[in-house]
Structure formats: C-alpha cells, structure tokens
C-alpha cells in the first residue's frame, strides 16, 4: 500500500513544480518524467493486486486527518471567491452549505465512526488505478503538444485584436496533476471521508479547467458544472452525516454489506444521486456538453476517461446495494433514459466534440443502468462498458482535437478526404469508431451483456430503451465512420506538423483499445468474474459465455494481422471519379447538372434537427429524471430507508 499513497502523494510534485517552471521544454520534460513514473506505478500497483498481493492499509488520525480537513475547506473556500468575483449568487450559496456540513463531518457523528480499513484495494480499484494512471498520464502527455498549438493559436487571435495575452499553460497542468492526485484518492479511499475529499478535488479541478480560457462562455458553463457537482456533493455530506449517524461507520465496505441486508437505502440512494451528478446523466447533463469549450486534453481527461468514471466506480461499488429497489430502480431509469435520449441527440450533432460529449452521456447511461441492476451481471457489462469507453473515447477525443489545430475544424461535416490529408490519424479515429459499435470489438460485446441482464431481470420498459437507443448509436458512428473513410481528390497530407507526443498517445491509447478487447476472456474469467461472485456472495451467470469471448478475441486479432500484413503495401491505382453522369472536372467532383449547368458533388450527412435536437428531447428527459430521482428519494426516505 506504500504504492497506493505515493500514486496519491506523487502527482501533487510535478503539480507543484508545473506553477514555478514556465520553461517550454523545462514543462515538456517534467510531463514525461512525471506521466512515465505515474504509469510505471499504477502498473506495478495493478499487476501486484491481480496476481494475487492483497494488502489493507489501516487509518491512521492526526495528521491525514485534519489535512483532508483543511483540503475540503479550501475547496470549497476557492468555489466562494470564486462565485464572488463573478457575481454568482448560487455557487456562493452552495459553497457556504458545504462548508458548514464539512465542519459538521469533522466535529459530529462521522468524527468517531468506525472505520477498519481507511485505504482499501480490490479488483474494481485495481482497474479504475490502471485507468487513470495509464490512460490519464497519455492524455497529460498529448497536452504538452495540444497545449503549445493551443497557445499559439490563441496568442495570435489576442494579438490581432490588439489584446493582451498571457501564457497560462503553468496553471494548465498543475490542475490536471492535481486531478490525478484526487482519482487516486477515491479508488483507494475505504473511509468515505476520504472518498469525499477526493470526490470534491475532482469537482473543482474540473471547475477551474471548464474556466480556463477565461471567456464569457467558459465562467459560465464552469459555474454550471460546479452548480450540479455541488448539488452532488452536499448529497454525499449529508449521506455520511447519515451512516455515521445511524450505523456508527464510515468504512464502505462494510457499508457496502449493510446495504445488501436492506439497511441504510435513504443515504445510498443520497450517494447515487451524487453519483448521476458526476456521470452528467439527465437532468445534469448540460454541465459536460458545456465543458467542451475547454481544450480538448480536458475533455479527454476529466469527461470522458477519469472525472465522470468517478461516478461509474461508487455505482458499480455500490451495486449489491442496489436491484429491486428504490435506489436500484432510480438509477437504472435515470441511466436508460439518458442512454437512449443522448444518444437520440447526437444525432443532430455535427461538431466532432459535442458527438462524443453526447456519446459520453448516454454510454454512461447505460452503466448507471448495468450497476442499477443490483446483479453480478450487470456489474460485469458495467465493468467493460466503462474500460472500452475509457479508453476509446480518450483516443477519439484526442484525435478530434488533433484534427482541429491541423484542419481548422472539428466540424464532422470538414473532415472529408481525411485519410488523405491526415492519414494515420484517420486510421486511428477510424478504429476508434468501429471500437464503439462495431463487432468484434468489446463495446458491442459489453453492450449485449447489459441487454441480456436487464432482460433476465425484467426491467422491460428499461429494454426497450436500450435497444433503441443502441440502434440509435449506429446512425451517428456510421456517419461520422463514413465521412473520414471517404477518399476523394487527392490532396497534401498536414500530418507532418504533428506533435510526437501526439503521435505518442493516440498510438498508445489505439494499441491498449486492441489489447484489452483481445484479452477480454482472460480479463473476464481471471478477474472480474471472481470479484463479482465473491462480492455478490452469489453464483455468476455469464451472459456472454467464455467461448463467446474467445470467438471475439480471435477475429479481432485477425483484423489486426490483416491490417499489419497489408500496412503500407497497397498500390494505389487512380481512377477518375463515376457520378453517374457527364463528368465535367473529376479533381473538383463537377459534373453536367439536367440543364446543362456545372453542379459539384458533395456528400453531406442528415441531420434530423426537427426530431432529435437538444431543443427537442432536452425538456421531457429532464422531466422524467427529475419525477424519477425526486419521488424515489422521497418514497425511500419515508420507508424507512435511513438505516
């Protein structure tokens, strides 16, 4: 566990460093330095746990105590300024509440409640700590070239309006340190008044990365996003106030245990709800589509690969809780609701990065409601769900990012003839898409798993949601698939002004995708299936059998040495472009219209604005959420459900 702290403790270093050092290679080197050790770490830490070192770290009071302490108060003291220097009424309101349930944590009932094990590892934590410190490392690595185009671009627009401009990539990376620092955090914490510090750190970095720019847009969705998180996290305070109050604990295992006799639903329903709020799941999801305007390593970071599994790991811990309940049922309706009304959305979408903010929200969606189910089964799609969607989304968004600073957009609708002019890239952002909806690639497996649970439990209306809406996946994959596999006239390639540690983590990020979806029946029959029937304390139905997983891992790996034989062997022949008619400049793709007239021939996508727009869909999903969480919560505390 030694290994557990330093995961914690390290990031802070480089975090510390990065807003002293301005130095364009002195930052560069420190990333690499600092990114290599962490993935070095979380690797040692995962490998250790799943070949079979367990080892519980026991609490110790004093020091680590009253730092947590002071961590939450400066929080929420920053979100306060913050709010005041904006003229934010709600913020401000919301900060004052949690400073007072912080001190009430610290001097009431959750002061001398039980806690066995303070920092706990176990396979979902093992997982989550290869995640972050792998997947979050490559991203904090993409930054350091994303961020320097970033910066020039930006520098350049001040400049030509006559403005001052001022390099804050310093601020930049100690926040995104300082976030990997509180992922850790949560993973390992077993005290829920550490999971809670950490829970807030990961708010609040994302409040200051959503702002980073500084523009009138960025404060205001910053203050949307801090506005739901906060409303999830006073939740949770109460939730512990609750537990400690009433069972005398704070250890989420044993919680956990309680939670499965029936015993304390009210605040596990509190601290689901908390959890929705860090997934974006109706009526909260405006926060994350609002934290696009950041630069792309923050939404690959915090809202796609880490912040928002924040809330997908306390679910999926919390899910033998969950089943046949009010929490259950709260979370698995929010869940399909919004797997099926976001994904209807991204449909209308033509801005790259608002489709895979949409696809964010509903992928979560459906893992809200895989861990709603209270099953073994359901857990286990929730499991994969959220490993592909870890890592694919985080490449995908690299790639869109990637593809604005060298194409000038991330409009879907401008990236024609991509392979020409960006050809790698268009190979990995192409797997990518394939990677989330196309067999054999483990997200469709992980998807027919969730289908299979929810149909054994017999959430029917839940089903239907969910068929549809994974019908509605295809429609936006396959047209956006569609456009960057186009090839046209020929054009020069930009790829050349790349960035190697672009290069490096678009790479990588594609490599583990392929790797983890060859070696999902080895991860499957080796490691979540044993801690699913060990936590559950109950038989594991496979619902995808283990000859299935092989059958997928074998032809994904033919793909893979079909690709490798024929990389850069083709020849390619040019022809002259058919459109069935008079060609008049094959190179410009004009030809005789029926009146004699040049017509050129583009290819665009539709759209559906009139049925699946925001405008559209946005308020009865909201309303439905907001019915389902208010009248669960309400009808769970009536019944009883305190302890």
């Excluded at 079979?52 to 108060?73: R, W």
């Excluded at 590892?121 to 970033?150: P, R």
């Amino acid at each position: 566990m030694g290994l557990a702290a330093f995961l914690i403790l390290f990031p802070l270093l480089p975090a510390l460093l990065m807003w002293f050092v301005r130095g364009e290679k002195a930052r560069a080197i420190i990333v690499y330095v600092a990114g290599t050790v962490i993935i070095l770490a979380s690797i040692t830490v995962g490998v250790l746990y799943l070949t079979g070192y367990d080892q519980m770290y026991i609490e110790h009071s004093g020091v680590v105590k009253y730092t947590l302490f002071a961590v939450d108060l400066i929080l929420s003291i920053i979100v306060a300024t913050q709010a005041i220097r904006y003229k934010r009424k709600l913020p401000l309101a919301l900060a004052v509440v949690q400073i007072v349930l912080t001190f009430v944590i610290e001097i009431g009932p959750p002061d001398v409640a039980y806690v066995e094990f303070a920092m706990y590892v176990d396979t979902l934590s093992a997982i989550m700590v290869l995640i972050i410190g792998i997947i979050g490392s490559l991203i904090v690595m993409y930054a350091v070239g994303y961020m320097q185009d970033f910066n020039d671009i930006e520098k350049a627009k001040a400049q030509a309006a006559g403005l001052e401009y001022k390099d804050r990539r310093y601020y930049f990376f100690t926040v995104m340190f300082v976030f990997l620092s509180g992922m850790f955090l949560i993973v390992f914490s077993n005290n829920l008044n550490w999971f809670f510090t950490g829970w807030e750190v990961t708010t609040v970095c994302s409040f200051m990365l959503i702002g980073y720019t500084k523009t009138d847009e960025a404060i205001h969705n910053s203050f949307i996003q801090i506005i739901y998180n906060m409303l999830g996290g006073i939740s949770f305070a109460i939730a512990i106030i609750i537990i400690a109050a009433t069972a005398n604990t704070l250890d989420l295992q044993l919680i956990v245990k309680m939670g499965q006799q029936g015993l304390l639903l009210f605040p596990i329903g509190l601290m689901c709800f908390s959890s929705l709020t860090k997934m974006a799941q109706m009526p909260f999801q405006s926060w994350l589509l609002g934290a696009m305007v950041a630069p792309t390593p923050t939404s690959a970071l915090l809202h796609s690969s880490t912040m928002v599994k924040a809330g997908c790991f306390m679910l999926i811990k919390l899910s033998p809780c969950l089943g046949m309940n009010f929490p259950g049922m709260m979370v698995a309706i929010v869940g399909g609701v919004t797997f099926t009304l976001a994904a209807a959305m991204a449909i209308s979408e033509h801005n790259g990065k608002r489709v895979l903010a949409y696809s964010t929200i509903s992928n979560l969606g459906l893992i809200a409601a895989c861990a709603g189910l209270g099953t073994p089964e359901g857990a286990w799609a929730a499991v994969f769900l959220m490993i592909f969607h870890a890592v694919t989304k985080a490449m995908l968004f690299m790639c869109v990012g990637t593809a604005e600073h060298h194409i000038g957009s991330r409009d879907i609708e401008d990236m024609d003839n991509l392979f020409e002019r960006m050809p790698s890239l268009a190979r990995a952002m192409g797997v990518g898409i394939m990677c989330m909806f196309v067999a054999p690639f483990g997200m469709l497996v992980s998807k027919w798993a969730s289908i299979v649970s929810i149909l054994e439990v017999g959430y029917i209306p839940i089903l239907f949601l969910i068929l549809f809406g994974s019908s509605i996946t295809t429609f936006f994959w396959a047209k956006w698939l569609g456009k960057i596999m186009a090839v046209g006239a020929k054009e020069p390639s930009v790829e050349e002004g790349m960035h190697g540690c672009e290069r490096l983590a678009i790479v990588a990020c594609l490599v583990l995708t392929l790797a983890v979806a060859i070696l999902i029946p080895v991860i499957s029959g080796n490691v979540v299936v044993p801690y699913f029937t060990e936590m559950y304390e109950d038989t594991f139905n496979m619902n995808v059998g283990n000859d299935d997983l092989v059958i997928t891992s074998i032809l994904v790996i033919v793909l893979v040495v079909t690709y490798l034989i024929f990389f850069g062997r083709e020849k390619v022949r040019k022809v002259p472009v058919y459109m069935a008619g008079v060609g008049r400049d094959m190179e410009k793709r004009t030809f005789s219209g029926s009146m004699g007239e040049s017509v050129e021939a583009t290819q665009r996508n539709w759209y559906i604005t009139e049925w699946f727009s925001a405008k559209v869909l946005n308020l009865p999903g909201n309303l439905i959420a907001i019915c389902v969480i208010g009248v669960t919560l309400l009808a769970t505390f009536l019944m009883g459900g305190v302890l």
